[in-house]
């Protein structure tokens, strides 16, 4: 396929015709058939030997010269205007001239243009000579690990994730595609075998039609080894001899290698799993689930067996379905709240008596609604409610139907539905009521100053003596207190209990039904200045999430990216709203969009922002959603005071001041004092600066104090100014926030230049520069150094991207001088890595390589079987360096493949055996 390298995805994609591989020219007319409008700009006679190579005009055999010429050409000129990168798969079954015309190509490209050929067969082939070459390994276990914990679906039984490392063995890819569009709840925590994707067409493949010519032991046995998850081979035995399967038939699997018997039962093609599962006739999947679920040891893995017992039973049974109740909390434990739902689910669907029916279905709808799965809910919920009448029951069903709903939609009419289920309960449980009005409360926060009836007054009132009712020890009690006090009494009352539930937050061991409500803690936090215990409780929801399988999952990432981006690790952000919107995507859920909105905003991303700003106020005003409009606000009034718009940073922190939202409110209270500032009005500065303070003071802590600092001093006259820009500095230095460090000791040199102190003010703004620069705040970065520029410094403009672009050599020389190690310490302990390995990527060309391209290492691992094709691309191309001249002027490296040096293609062959 070829594209120019910033289009995705490629414009074409050829399958492989093995027929076809000894056709001349059959592997260059895949290539070359989209570009036939760009064959009019060849000369004459490489332009007729192309057509004639590739089909499309008749004539001789051409000159293959012409043809290679044509081919460079071709490929060159679109590399003009942007770079372009030639990707072969498989080049091992390219036909003899095509691999001879695209070796010409790769040993002569430039100008922008790359050629990356693929090879699995380590056959030597002469044409292929002097083509730059580099090997790649499977990915190392650990290696392979993180990247299949990237691709999961939510939490997974530990033995399944073993027995899908042993099949991909460091594939990429496959550990890619082990989960590739299965969500949690398909794939119950590793116990259920999903079915096949769509579109994969694994009935034509290759493994598959070996598959189906076994004879029939040797077809049941891989049946059995397909319906255990684990690959547990004891178990497969046992489960094998109970069916009368012989030892043949192992030897038959692995003379077609299909099966690989080893310390578990893997497939050699990852994906026959699922199309042998798929395929099986329902009576021979219940005989061999119920072979396994014997062959189990029940005081071993007692919700195994009752998994397999459950999936062999195709009638009702309440004895089994008591089974599985009772083991949904070991289930939960290995494969998360999905494991946990589909056992209840299951118990439910197996019970024969009306009542326990119904109470199972509830139970299972609430854990199918915490594991993203709200329509399942919903259908459970109405099995719960076709049980013979009974309130507390049919309270619990109004519960999770408002719980639903919110989580869904988050519109006007949630904490209406919140506050009447929670009402409605209250007589049958003191704690579900409690949760329930905390929801309410959370719903009304959400809402804002668009909520209607009933009021966030309202539900706080009936909230705060729930909490009474309820216990004031607990911790979640607690949080009910503390946030219905702010809502009655304000937000300066509230900073005493807020600070107590804090407090509990960080040293109470919480259980289940106190952890999911971490996140919101941290929001209280924000609230409250208090960047210690922000931090600490951010870091415990992520660690209960990866431990305990938190149900909270999009709460939790996108509040702990609002922590990591005012600390100033945006790249941490970014990565955290990833895995939010990956939640969200996956289970329907309403996106929560202010902290992708914030991020924005310091980051400088303006022309992002203004599409953001406009499709999230769209929907929030559909929905009701008075946090995003509030964050928008805010968003707004940090991008154009970062730029100097302050008229219009002015109308946006106006907008954003307005609603009482939790830590949003104070937040943009230093915008609206900046922007009034610079505009003149100072009535409206001096109001903001008192509504601050309050809260500030309130507060005191180094963050808040910080803060009010800042705001004081761009009121006071020259000689006040100076010591609260000091005390800014001072009090902000002291804790983790970056972003608003950086806005105070950019406030301070613009003021001490304003006052032509220009030596002065070098500092503070040289700081500033350095420090958003290097946190990833463009627009703040460039205002700062602008001013930099204006007292008169040489300052050379830095990237925000440079504390990014380091070498491993590089990285390698920093870790060693962080460690203590002196210049001549280092320089032995690094002249290894100048060295030429196997897994380093070298290139070949008139123009001798530079120790970084040198020092680049690659590890791509190919497929160990010819079902899988291999995709190669190249990694992003370091930023450029200015080295010295003789001349004594500065000239710039160019980047490894751009149109100012020759860029050679590359040869990729894959090292080890390969099936």
Known sequence: MCRPARDRPPASTRPRRRPEHELPYAGLHLLCAPLLDEMHALPSAQRHALTTAIGLTAGPPPDRLLVSLATLNLLTSLAVTQPVCCLVDDAHLLDHASRLVLAFVARRAERGLLVLLAEREQQHRTELDGVP?????????????????????????????????????????????????????????????PAPRAGRRLLDHDCVQRGQHLRAGARRLLLTAAADPT??????????????????????????????????????????????????????????????????????????????????????????????ERHAPTARARGGVAAGAAFLEKAALLTAD?????????????AQRLSGAPETAQRLLAMAESAPPDEARQAQVALQRARIEFTKHRSQASPRHLLDAARRIEPHSSALARDAYLEALVAAVFSGHLATTPTVVEIAAAARAAAVAAGAAHPVAMLLDGLATRALDGPVAAVGPLTEVLRAFRTADLGPEASRWLWLAGCVAADVWDVQAWTALSSRHTIHTSAEDSTTPAQSAAHRALADMHVGRFDAARAGLARADAHVSATGATPLRHPSLLLAAWQGRHDVLHDLLREARHDARDRGDGITLTAASLAEAVMHNSVGHYEQALAAAHDACRPEQLALCGWALPELVEAAVRTGQHDTAVRAVARLSERTDAAGTDWALGIQAAARALLADEQAAEPLYREAIDRLARTDIRIHLGRAQLLYGEWLRRRKRRMDARAPLRAAWELFATIGAEAFADRAHRELLATGETARKRSVEAGRQLTPQESQIAHLALNG???????????????????????????????????????????????????CGASPCPAPRTRSRTDGRASRTPRVGSPHRRSPGLRVRPTGQVS
């Open 133 to 193: 070459e580099m090997r790649l390994e499977p990915l190392p276990y650990d290696d392979a690990r993180l990247l299949l914990a990237a691709t999961t679906p939510g939490k997974i039984d530990a033995a399944v994730i073993e027995r899908v490392l042993m099949e991909a063995r460091g594939n990429p890819r496959v550990l890619v595609e082990a989960f590739d569009g299965i969500n949690a709840v398909e794939l119950a925590g590793g116990y259920a075998i």
């Open 231 to 324: 690959g547990d081979p004891p178990v497969a035995w046992r489960a094998a001899s109970a069916l009368g399967i012989g030892s043949d038939a192992a030897e038959a699997l692995e003379a077609q290698r299909l099966l690989e018997f080893g310390p578990r039962i893997v497939f050699v093609c990852p994906r026959l799993r699922a199309a042998v599962y798929a395929t099986a006739p329902p009576a021979e999947l219940r005989e061999v689930h119920r072979a396994l679920g014997d062959a189990i040891d029940a005081d071993v893995d007692p919700d195994r067996r009752a998994w397999h017992l459950a999936l062999a039973t195709s009638g009702l049974d309440d004895t089994v379905a008591a089974d599985l």
């Open 354 to 366: 009306p009542v326990a029916r119904a109470q199972r279905a509830l139970a299972a709808a609430e």
């Open 821 to 871: 190690l002196s210049n001549p310490e280092i320089a032995p302990a690094c002249s290894s890595a100048l060295a030429p390995s196997s897994t380093t990527c070298t290139r070949s060309s008139r123009n001798s390589p530079s120790p970084r391209a040198r020092s680049c290492t690659w590890f791509w691992p190919l497929p160990r079987t010819r079902a899988t094709s291999f995709r």
